[in-house]
């Protein structure tokens, strides 16, 4: 079970945000670079950087620090990104930077060409972003939720050859309460590519109830606001994650 650390940039700084509501945030950090180390020291095999101002904005708006935590991790560790990705040229872009996998989310729905063609020509470089409420699709940074199924787009995304999904229960996102863990077995059970856990990450029995269901298709889990407010020890908890996959 990789165990992902959340770097959530708006106007520069490391934020999170309640049920990804702009107006519900909290400043864990002024320096993204620091926090990348920070995590990298920790242990982390990955981040996940999402560009918050840009997923509203639809275009890339947090250049700067992006370049930063890319230059701090330095090739060492892979680094997802997302937010305001809505075609090929700022794909290009930010893998040229760096980047390693990019996430497509609104632009997929709306645009269902667009993501097949990048799938296509960043082969194995392309994530699709998945996020949901009571099973539908929330787009634009959750602010619109649309009447996709979560298990049907899920699939099509599987048919597009995206390297892999992340799902997001978004009425749990940044609330502590708990990872939607049969909801996100359901959806790894429908697709072949691995799911990637989101949204409402409270503590170890979290992680220890998705590597029980690791088999299943469920292979990561994004961590935001549990490793920030110290609900949730992060190297204590991949340690305790990698024990697991060993049993």
């Given amino acids: 079970m990789l165990l992902i650390p959340a ?21 864990f950090g002024e320096n993204p670079a ?24 639809g275009e890339p708006r947090n250049l700067a620090a992006i370049r930063a935590i890319l230059d701090e991790v330095d090739g ?19 893998l040229d930077l760096g980047v390693d996998y990019v996430i497509i989310g ?16 960043f082969e194995g470089h392309v994530i699709a972003g998945l996020d949901a409420r009571d099973g539908r699709v929330a787009t634009h940074g959750w602010s619109k939720l649309t009447r996709h199924d979560a298990t049907d787009l ?18 749990r996102d940044g609330m502590l309460s708990g990872i939607n863990v049969a909801q996100t077995v359901d959806l790894a059970r429908a697709v072949d590519v691995p799911v990637i856990a989101s949204g409402g990450l409270a503590g170890l029995a979290d992680i220890e109830a998705l590597c ?10 994004i961590c935001g606001r549990a ?18 996959a060993g049993d």
């Fill in 154 to 171: 899920a699939r099509k995304f599987e048919q597009w050859g995206v390297a892999a999904i992340i799902y997001t229960d978004i009425g």
């Fill in 212 to 221: 029980a269901v690791n088999e299943d298709g469920v292979e990561g889990v």
């Fill in 227 to 244: 490793i920030y407010s110290g609900a949730l020890d992060f190297a204590a908890a991949q340690e305790r994650a990698d024990q697991l």
């Fill in 76 to 94: 060492e560790i892979p680094v997802q990104l997302g937010g305001g990705i809505r075609d090929l040229d700022t794909i290009e872009r930010y």
């Fill in 106 to 121: 609104t632009a997929a729905v709306k645009n269902p060409g667009f993501a097949q063609d990048a799938c296509a020509a």
């Fill in 34 to 57: 620091a926090m990348a180390a920070h995590w990298l020291d920790q242990g982390a095999r990955r981040l996940h950087v999402v560009d918050l101002n840009g997923a509203f904005a």
């Fill in 7 to 27: 770097i959530d940039l708006k106007d520069g700084r490391c934020v999170r945000l309640k049920q990804g509501d702009m107006n519900q945030v909290t400043t």
